[in-house]
């Protein structure tokens, strides 16, 4: 049950104790953040700017966010991802008078549902986490367009989504891309998502890493990362990447590079990291032994051939949350 107001969409009001306890939790690891946030109280450089954003809502964006609102702004979140959203920091947020939109197990039509209450707010500066935002902007809601001066996005994805629009000349406002910035992909792609990565499967399958033949697809940033991190798990790491330079870089880095239909057939686990389309693809997913294990740790699922798997299957079932 999701409980709907003219200024929130979530799952659960009560979580705000919850929800509360995790930001501050963050907040203690957001240093530099929570500096920025003190002289924000006190100089409110975003007074009365209406700032929309689609980004994870998890305890670590609601510092971001409750930043934003001490210096003035009035700020409308939805997630970028309806697997990602944390329903007790939503409840946090509300209580603190931002308006969410917001919460975990969204279908497609409810995420853009959120989407489209969040841009009623009639932003005045965006942020984004995958493009879906800046899109639905650009293309359902252009009618607002013309109060917009300027946005960010922070993720790989989203910026070449962008990239495409701004190469038509179909963006009609400044990005920052802030994936772009070093001290983005040098220590939040691979350290960041490197680390990330592990803990999800760790928490999804509760496997042992240490021996199983570790196959990353994509050596990019985030590539980097989770490589790294699964070689000092254990595993024997294999690298798949068409990038003929980034494939020598993950030699000389000590991986083992192969094309993704050899790595197919020894794989025990697969993570796809490289922001394309059907990576891990049918015929791919017809080679892989009995047990193997594929994730995604790009923006969007379409990494993995998800529709090959559900139509070519009998029957599937959950055997652990996230795990089918």
């Known amino acids: 049950m999701v409980v709907k107001d003219k200024d929130y969409a979530i799952k659960d009001p009560k979580l705000v104790e919850e929800g509360r306890n995790l930001i501050h939790w963050a907040e203690d690891h957001m240093p530099v953040l929570m500096k920025i946030r003190k002289r924000f109280r006190e100089e409110k450089p975003l007074e009365d700017v209406t700032i929309c954003c689609c980004l994870h809502v998890t305890k670590e964006t609601a510092v971001l966010v409750e930043t934003l609102k001490a210096g003035g702004a009035n700020?409308?979140?939805c997630g970028s991802n309806p697997l990602s959203t944390n329903d007790a920091v939503a409840a946090a947020l509300i209580a603190n008078g931002i308006h969410v939109y917001a919460w975990r197990g969204l279908s497609n039509e409810e995420y853009y549902w959120c989407v489209?209450?969040?841009l009623d707010y009639q932003p005045r500066l965006t942020m984004d986490d995958g493009g879906d935002l800046i899109t639905r902007l650009h293309t359902m809601r252009r009618e607002l367009l013309g109060n917009v001066v300027g946005g960010t996005e922070e993720t790989t994805t989203g910026v070449n989504r962008q990239k495409v629009m701004a190469e038509k000349g179909e963006l009609r406002y400044p990005i920052i891309a802030v994936n772009n910035a070093m001290t983005k992909h040098f220590f939040d792609n691979r350290y960041g998502t490197g680390q990330s990565t592990i803990d999800g499967i760790?928490?999804?399958t509760s496997i042992?890493?240490?021996g199983k033949t570790f196959v990353v697809s994509g050596y990019g940033w985030c590539g980097r990362g989770v490589a790294m991190r699964a070689r000092g798990m254990g595993a024997r790491v294999v690298?798949?990447?068409?990038?003929p330079v980034r494939a020598l870089e993950a030699v000389m880095d000590g991986f083992q590079v192969m094309p993704i239909r050899e790595?197919?057939?020894i794989g025990d686990i697969f993570v796809t990291v490289t922001g394309n389309k059907h990576v891990i693809d049918g015929e791919t997913i017809d080679l892989l032994k009995d047990g193997a294990i594929i994730a995604n740790?790009?923006?969007f699922d379409n990494e993995i051939d998800v529709n090959y798997l559900n139509e070519n299957s009998k029957d599937w079932i959950e055997i652990r949350p996230n795990v089918r």
Request: hydrophobic share 55%.
């Open 75 to 77: 700020v409308a979140l």
């Open 263 to 265: 790595a197919a057939r």
């Open 297 to 299: 740790s790009g923006h």
């Open 208 to 210: 042992l890493i240490a």
């Open 202 to 204: 760790l928490r999804a």
């Open 116 to 118: 489209d209450r969040v």
């Open 239 to 243: 690298v798949t990447e068409v990038n």
